[in-house]
């Protein structure tokens, strides 16, 4: 059962004025002292992630990576106002993507971390963002995917048996996947960038 907000009085925390809920706080401050164990906590001023981007990071001219503070999605991309800010940084600096399929890549390979230089961001292909990610090593593919059922090393191994002569059923019950996946491994019609 949810606790009754008393619609009496106030939060008792200056310049608040929302409605009490309990502690003699609003449902935000009771909120942020429940996770933080502080009702001032983990609270961001309206206004100063965008005062942030325009004072900060649109005039920052250093060459080291500058992390947004603020909002981050879930893979940890910084965001303002439900957008990507690398991706508003590189339109304020490059102007607009020259087509939709164009992407806000990193030069540092630090995206992930919400970096937000300007100097680091150009507008790329998928095609040549994702060259980038392997550089950096900060891809998702082979065994770093979260869907990976093998490690690269037993790809290598079902490339050898089969090219050896075992049959599909036997790989794929030894490792524990399909018969069709040993098949397109052996094809290299996927695991394809990795040699054997």
């Not at 590189?90 to 806000?104: F, L, V, Y």
């Not at 390979?109 to 507008?123: E, Q």
């Amino acid at each position: 059962m949810g606790k009754r907000v008393n619609r009496d009085r106030l939060c008792s925390l200056p310049n608040c004025g929302k409605l009490h809920l309990a502690h003699g706080w609003c449902r935000d401050h009771y909120e942020r002292w429940r996770r933080h164990g502080d009702p001032l906590a983990g609270g961001t001023n309206r206004g100063e992630p965008e005062r942030y981007f325009r004072e900060v990071v649109l005039t920052y001219e250093g060459n080291d990576c500058l992390f947004w503070p603020f909002a981050r999605s879930d893979n940890g991309y910084g965001r303002l106002n439900g957008r990507f800010t690398h991706r508003m940084v590189c339109e304020e600096t490059h102007g607009p993507p020259p087509t939709p399929e164009h992407q806000a890549a990193h030069s540092c390979g630090k995206g992930n971390l919400a970096c937000v230089t300007k100097g680091h961001l150009s507008w790329k292909t998928p095609m040549q963002n994702a060259a980038d990610k392997i550089a950096h090593g900060t891809h998702n593919r082979g065994e770093r995917h979260n869907l990976a059922k093998l490690t690269e090393s037993e790809v290598l191994a079902i490339r050898k048996r089969r090219h050896d002569g075992e049959p599909l059923d036997k790989l794929a019950n030894d490792y524990n996947v399909s018969a069709s996946l040993v098949g397109l491994i052996h094809l290299r019609k996927v695991w394809k960038w990795l040699d054997a």
